[in-house]
């Protein structure tokens, strides 16, 4: 039976589309990343952003590095994004088996998708996940830090917190399973202005207080979702980087800003 892969969407746009360059280019990321005290944290989620490599890459790295220690022991990736491009009631899983990137293709986790439509918020969608970014430039890094694993990829449109969060709790697994929300923080705000934003977003994220706008992250949802599961379960999170466009890519006039967190489940020993 001929498989069903959704293709690159932005490589040589977000990312380099060449497939030994992007080895190369994720491996040198992951190497500099030094998230600052938090080298113990065995995360269960991740709070990434999703701009291009060369303007958020080094934010996202500083968490997929804390990964490398468990390589071996995540087998499934469950992996939210919000919808940028096609608008989204609930949550759309993509009609594809696989997902592909000039790295190769991965898996999907076919078992799990099924389960999850058996929510009413969960629909399929092959439109919403033909040209959305927001999760494509996270997979080069999960290629690039795991070993074997599936992934299970939602696109979030009009939605509540709530719902995401009980497609968290629907696929939460055990130590195999990770939980990534893709996410960037303020759009288009002077430097200065945006910083000041972006540290209120993330002290409301490390308090998990959810988001109360779009403005602060255009992932407020999955991340709201994030934060619910967090409190009920009681899950820690740490900020790994904080940093915005004018930082990394020069122009300060107008930015967009980046964090990551890790969540780590409380009862882990350091």
Not at 25 to 52: D, F, N, S, Y
Not at 213 to 237: D, T
Request: glycine share 8%.
């Amino acid at each position: 039976m001929q498989q069903h892969i959704r293709p690159p969407a932005v490589a040589g746009m977000f990312y380099t589309g060449e497939a030994q360059a992007l080895a190369g280019e994720i491996a040198i990321m992951l190497a500099e990343a030094h998230p600052p005290a938090a080298k113990h944290i065995t995360p269960k989620a991740l709070i990434v952003p999703h701009a291009g490599h060369i303007y958020s890459g080094p934010i996202a790295a500083s968490a997929y590095a804390l990964l490398a220690p468990l390589a071996k022991v995540i087998r499934r990736v469950v992996l939210f994004g919000p919808a940028h491009r096609v608008a989204v009631d609930g949550l759309a899983l993509p009609a594809a088996d696989a997902f592909a990137t000039p790295l190769g293709v991965i898996q999907l986790d076919l078992a799990a998708m099924q389960a999850a439509q058996n929510l009413p918020q969960v629909s399929v969608s092959a439109a919403a996940h033909a040209m959305e970014h927001s999760l494509e430039v996270q997979l080069p890094f999960l290629q690039g830090i795991l070993d074997d694993f599936r992934l299970v990829p939602f696109v979030v449109g009009h939605t509540s917190g709530q719902e995401v969060a009980e497609v968290i709790d629907l696929l939460w697994g055990g130590p195999e399973t990770l939980i990534v929300i893709s996410s960037d923080l303020s759009h288009y705000l002077p430097y200065a202005t945006a910083r000041q934003k972006d540290q209120a977003t993330t002290a409301s994220i490390l308090q998990l207080a959810p988001l109360t706008e779009f403005e602060q992250a255009c992932g407020a949802l999955p991340i709201n979702g994030m934060i619910e599961v967090a409190r009920r379960r009681g899950l820690m999170p740490t900020l790994l980087d904080l940093r915005n466009s004018g930082d990394t890519a020069g122009d300060k006039s107008r930015v967009v800003g980046y964090a990551s967190f890790a969540f780590e489940e409380s009862g882990h020993v350091h």
